[in-house]
């Protein structure tokens, strides 16, 4: 027996990063929401104007990389007209005192990931989704070979304007950067940690909660069960490989990461057959949550092991995963000053929700 309270009112602290929490408060008017009902998506199949559509390639940078072929693809990396990193021509730096900086020196590449232009990734083909993860996946290796100086090499995701897509063609984005970013260089450190602390992995722990406890909390003065917990409740989707998890103090309401469930730190050493079950997952849990939130607009990031020296020995520490964040309502002014984030949905009622969708296939 499960019951979700109704009523959530802690703070929550990242089990992965500990010096990150999160205030789950139910309590309602928190915010300023946006809309419930389903965002408007321009779900055309080609656009004349749009240089992403099929037939335009010569509106982008030449193709850099394409599934299967350039001429007839359905995946197609180009550099970024705008890149955010740039080559490596010197440049005058201005820093002084404490001050330090790195070169922005980088790559930044767009990947179509579809032909067709308002495609959603829950409408996209398991075929197509996991071609599309293994092509960042070729592509990644090439960026790491390539420059032993580039240290991460992020994959994302923006869809929808509200998660600061500029271009409606679904797209993805390929940055590969000389530092790692902050936020997985923070759980590669705290993974690292607990490894040396439990002998275990922390991901994977929290898999095996997530798979199998179950608790009853007691008051402590009457006796009386106060409430019982089945952790599995955070489970989304299941497959055979992979598992879709709402995260116990995620920092965005509807928050869902997939891990691979068996213990493995670099997502480019998945193979054809994990990829396949990850396709399947991800669809999945997209479709889920496309019901859920009505047309879901959202940020992806793949985070993965660095490649790179320093992190050679965090094999058995660190778990690659795709943390999916939909946008669903505005950071509010205590969010960015505190740093804190604010939940006004419990994850336990939101992953109830997701996993009550009844899906076709
Ligand atoms: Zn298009
Ligand atoms: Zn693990
Ligand atoms: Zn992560």
Redesign the pocket.
């Known amino acids: 027996m499960t019951d979700t309270p109704d009523f959530v009112r802690e703070i929550r602290i990242n089990p ?1 990063d500990p010096t990150e929490s999160v205030l789950v408060s139910t309590a309602r008017g928190m915010r300023p929401r946006k809309a419930e009902e389903r965002a408007p998506r321009d779900e055309r199949e080609r656009v004349e104007t749009c240089p992403f559509c099929r037939g335009n390639e010569d509106k982008t940078p030449p193709t850099i990389k394409a599934y299967p072929d350039a001429r007839d693809w359905d995946i197609r990396i180009v550099e970024n007209l705008f890149p955010v990193l740039g080559d490596d021509r010197p440049q005058g730096s201005l820093a002084f005192g404490l001050q330090q900086v790195i070169d922005g020196y980088g790559r930044h590449e767009v990947v179509i990931d579809h032909p067709s232009h308002g495609i959603s990734l829950h409408q996209m083909s398991r075929e197509h989704l996991a071609n599309l993860f293994q092509t960042y996946q070729e592509r990644m290796a090439e960026m790491y070979a390539a420059d032993p100086r580039l240290k991460y090499v992020l994959v994302f995701k923006n869809f929808g304007p509200a998660a600061g897509a500029s271009i409606p063609h679904t797209h993805s984005q390929i940055i590969a950067t000389p530092v790692v970013p902050e ?2 260089q923070n ?1 590669v450190f705290h993974s690292r940690n607990y490894h040396r602390k439990f002998n275990q992995c922390v991901f994977c722990s929290l898999i095996d909660e997530a798979l199998t406890y179950e608790a009853t909390i007691y008051d402590r003065h009457s006796g009386a069960v106060r409430r019982r917990v089945n952790v599995g409740q955070y489970v989304v989707e299941r497959g055979e490989r992979f598992i879709a998890i709402k995260p116990f103090a995620s920092r965005y309401e509807w928050e869902v ?1 997939v891990l691979p469930l068996q213990h493995a730190a670099d997502f480019l050493r998945a193979t054809r057959e994990d990829l396949a079950d990850f396709a399947r997952v991800l669809r999945r849990t997209m479709a889920r949550l496309d019901q859920v939130i009505g047309g879901a607009q959202y940020n992806f ?1 793949l ?1 993965s092991l660095p490649h790179g020296e320093e992190h050679k020995d965090c094999g058995p520490s660190y778990h690659w ?1 795709l ?1 999916i964040c939909p946008r669903t309502s505005i950071p509010t002014g205590f969010e960015l000053g505190s740093g804190l984030f604010v939940s006004t949905i419990s994850p336990e009622r939101a992953a109830e929700q997701l996993r009550a969708v009844a899906l076709e296939d």
């Open positions: 992965i936020n997985v759980e990461h990031f985070h995963h943390e």
